[in-house]
C-alpha cells in the first residue's frame, strides 16, 4: 500500500467514524462499541485491504495524547484523597488478575509455559485508559467512582507493562528473579514519577516565555509526546511520566495559560482527543483479519473457543474477587477508616467490577510479543477476544446497570466549607472591591460610576443567590432562558448585518467571538 492509499484510507475511515458515531447516537450505544463492531464489519468486507497495526506505533501515537488529556482534567485532591484505592486497583487488581489468568491459562494449556501464560496475563490485566474515559463520560456515576476509574486505568498501564517486560523475559531466558524485577519496577515507577515532574517544570518555563496561542497548543501536543518518548528513553515508565507531567499541569493551567488560549486548546485537544480516541476503537475491530489470518481462519478461532471463553471469564470474575475484599475488608479492620469513609452501597463495588474494560493498550502489547513466542497466535486471540467481550458486552450494559444499582452515592469526606454558589458571591466581592478600589477618586467620585454599580449589583445577586439557592434556582434558569433569547436575536442581526454588506468579516467575527463566550457561560446554568 502507497503513501497515499494510506492516507486514503485514513480520510475513508474518519468519514466511516463519523457515520458510526452518528448511529451510535441514535441507538444510543457507547461509541466504542460502534466503532469496534464497525471496524470488524469494515475488515470483513471483500476487497479491503489489510492493514496491519505497529504495536510501537500504535503506542507512541495514541497513548501519550490521551493519557495527557486524561490526566490534565483528573482532579489532583480527589486522586491524592483515594490515592490508597487507585493503587489498590491499579497496582493490587493487576498483579492479581494476571496471577490469576496465568493459572487459569496453564491449567487449560498445559503446554504453554508458565512465563507464557503470565504473559497473557499481563496483557489482560489493566483495564484501559481510552475505554474507560470513552464509555464513563456518558454515565451517570457518583463522581468519586469516576475519579478511582479513570486514576485506576491512569497509572495500571505501568503495572501492566512492567510484568509484561518481566514475563516475556523470563519465558526467552528460562530465569527470573523476584528481588531484580521488584527494583525494577520501583525504578520505572520512581523513574517516571520523577521524569514527569521534569518534564513538567520545564513546560511551564516554556510556556511562560511563549505568548502565542498556537504555539502554546502545539506545544502541549508536544510535550505529551515527549514526556512518553523521553521517558522511555531513560529506562522509566513513560506512562507514569507523562500522567504526572498531565497532572502539574493541569493543576498549573490557570496560573500559567490565559483564557484565550485556554479556551482554544480545550476545542483543539477536544476535537484531537475525539479522532484518536475514534481512530483507535475502529482499529482494534480492522485488526481482526489479521488475527484470523495468523490462526488460520475461522475454523482454528472455533477450535479455541472453549479456552479462550474460560479466560476471559478469568478476566472478568478475578476483578470481582479482589475488588468486593478490597471494598469493606479494610474498612471492617480499620474503625478510623470506616468513620471517615463509610461503607459504599454494595452497587460501587459491583459497578467498578464491571467497568473493567479493555482496549488499545492490550492489542498493542500483544502485536509487539516477538515472532517464536510460546502462544503468541493463542494469546492474540484471547487479547482481541477480552477487548471485544468488555467493550462491546460489559460497555454496552454498563448504563443500564448503572440507572438499575446505582440508587445511594458514594462521596468521600471532603472538607469544602463552601459551595459554588458561596464561592462566586466571594469573587464577585473581590471584584468589586478591587474595581472600587480603581475607580475611585480623591473628591469622593468614581470614575467608572456604571462599572461600580453593575459590580455592586453582581454582589448584592450572588450573596442573595448563595442564600436562597433553592427559592431562586428556578428564577435563574428562567433568567439565562431569555438571555439565550436576547443572544439569539443579536446573532440573526448580526449575519443579517453581514449578509446585506453592512459590516466586514472582520467585525462579524469579532462580534460573534463575544456572543459564543456569552452563550457557552450561559449554557451552563439553563
Known sequence: MTAVSRFELILLLMAVIVVLDLIARRLALPRAAALILGGIGFALIPGTPDIEIDPDL???????????????????RDFRADIRIIL????????????????????????LPWAACFALGAIVSPPDAVAAKAVLSKLPLP????????????????????LFRFAVAAALTGSFSIG???????????????????????TIVVIKRVLDTDLVIIWTFLNAWISYIAAEKLGVSGVLSTVACGMILGWKQHEIINAATR???????GVVVFALESLVFILIGLSLRGILSRLG??????????????????????????????????????????????????????????AGLRGVVSLAIALSLPEGFPG??????????????????????????????????FTAVRHSPLTEAQARARVATAQFAALEKQSLMPDGTHRHPRLVEQYGYRVNAAKRFSEEFETLAPHRVDHYSAVLVANAAGRAELLRLHRSGEIHDSVLHAIEEGLDLEEVNVRRYV
Do not use: C
Open 88 to 111: 489498590q486497583l491499579a497496582v493490587g487488581a493487576v498483579f492479581f488478575t494476571t496471577l490469576v489468568v496465568g493459572v487459569v491459562t496453564h491449567m487449560l494449556m498445559p503446554s
Open 297 to 354: 481462519g475461522a475454523d482454528a478461532l472455533l477450535a479455541l473457543l472453549p479456552a479462550t471463553a474460560a479466560i476471559v471469564a478469568a478476566v472478568i470474575v478475578s476483578r470481582f474477587v479482589w475488588i468486593f475484599p478490597g471494598t469493606y475488608l479494610p474498612r471492617l479492620l480499620a474503625p478510623k477508616l470506616r468513620a471517615r469513609d463509610p461503607y459504599p452501597p454494595l452497587a460501587v463495588p459491583f459497578i467498578m467490577s464491571w
Open 180 to 202: 531484580e524485577a521488584s527494583l525494577n519496577f520501583a525504578w520505572l515507577a520512581i523513574g517516571g514519577i520523577a521524569a514527569g515532574v521534569a518534564f513538567a517544570a520545564f
Open 376 to 409: 503468541r497466535d493463542f494469546i492474540l486471540a484471547v487479547t482481541f477476544a477480552v477487548i471485544l467481550v468488555t467493550v462491546l458486552v460489559q460497555g454496552t450494559t454498563l448504563a443500564p446497570l448503572v440507572r438499575l444499582l446505582m440508587k445511594g452515592d
Open 58 to 76: 500504535v503506542l507512541v501515537l495514541f497513548l501519550p495524547p490521551l493519557l495527557m488529556s486524561s490526566a490534565w482534567f483528573t482532579s489532583w
Open 143 to 162: 463522581p468519586r467512582v469516576i475519579v478511582l476509574l479513570e486514576g485506576e486505568s491512569l497509572v495500571n498501564d505501568a503495572s501492566g507493562l512492567v
Open 263 to 269: 479556551t482554544r486548546a480545550i476545542a483543539v485537544w
